[in-house]
């Protein structure tokens, strides 16, 4: 599907699709004050995903952060009309943190999958630049089983420390998406969208690269008008209220090449209820987009 040309569309000519980007904060077995146990968090945090892709037969849930044991939990917890794809960024296995991708394997088929290091070799696993830590991108081709309908999805973590390596992995995920989008022939554009926390504010270097002219990236939230946002549009890193924590925008969802798509709704969602139990010290960052089929 060409994404390049704006056309109206009816809702009987386009695929819905949800997307969901949130770090779910690792399970610490040292908490900081303010974070309560994976295990209070997790039953809270699977049922606010569960309710928000509730009715959206075809969802997709890119998080960050995730070990492996907090990765089977979700599965269980989201049910057997989910799966996912993703590896453990310190070995390619299951070590280390995930950035997975979950959808409903009741609706699409992962046709291919691969997980790259954000570093100068990002076939193996490997540090980048001023990087801290291992970082990774998760890619996955879906099919619509209905329709034929192909979608991209990218689930990614920046470094927290290196601002170079940031910028940089930036760089890099602007190739990957430009192979990616074009696996259906010259001058085919399959639709994609990448998910994300960032650790990059609006004004930061690898913010900036991402929505570089030449990027063909889009802030999904740029694409939408202010009175049809939902939440609060300054915020999705909340910390768990230590004071030497700064609340700030790092969550980001884009896409390739929008002008096809209609973005019908953005929200940036809470992550404390009346409890005072934060979910995690991200909120989550959703988006209903429309893709028209091909005719």
Known sequence: MASGMA??????????????TLNVRYATKNPVPGEEPWSIRSPKLCAQLKFITSGHSSAFLCLQEVLY?????IQ???????????VGRDDGQ???????????????????????WLSKTPEIPSVGWD?????????????????????????????????????ESAKLIIKLARVWAE????????????????????????????????????????????????????????????????????DFLFAREPG????????????RFDDQVYLSDHRPVVADVEIPLEV
Not at 7 to 20: G, K, M, P
Not at 136 to 165: L, N, P, Q, Y
Not at 185 to 212: E, M, V
Request: charged residues 20%; aromatic residues 10%.
């Open 94 to 116: 299951r070590s280390g943190e995930f950035s997975p991708i979950f959808f409903r394997v009741d609706q699409w088929v992962c046709q291919l999958t691969k997980t790259y």
């Open 183 to 250: 696996k259906g022939g010259p001058g085919a554009q399959i639709p994609l969208f990448l998910g994300g926390d960032f650790n990059s504010a609006p004004g930061g270097r690898a913010y900036k690269a991402l929505t570089s002219p030449n990027s063909a990236m889009k802030d999904i939230s740029e694409l939408v008008p202010d009175d049809l946002k939902y939440g609060n549009q300054d915020i999705t890193y909340t910390s768990f209220g230590e004071a030497n924590e700064e609340p700030k925008r790092i």
């Open 131 to 167: 990087a801290a830590l291992k970082r990774v991108c998760t890619v996955g081709s879906f099919r619509h089983k209905k329709t034929g309908t192909d979608v991209v999805i990218m689930s990614t973590h920046f470094d927290h420390h290196g601002e170079t390596a940031r910028e």
């Open 7 to 20: 056309r109206s569309v009816q809702s009987s000519d386009t695929v819905s699709i949800r997307l969901v």
């Open 76 to 86: 269980a917890r989201l049910g057997p009309s989910w799966g996912y794809i993703g």
């Open 69 to 73: 044991s907090q990765l089977i939990d």
């Open 260 to 271: 096809g798509l209609a973005i019908s709704g953005f929200g940036i969602l809470s992550n």
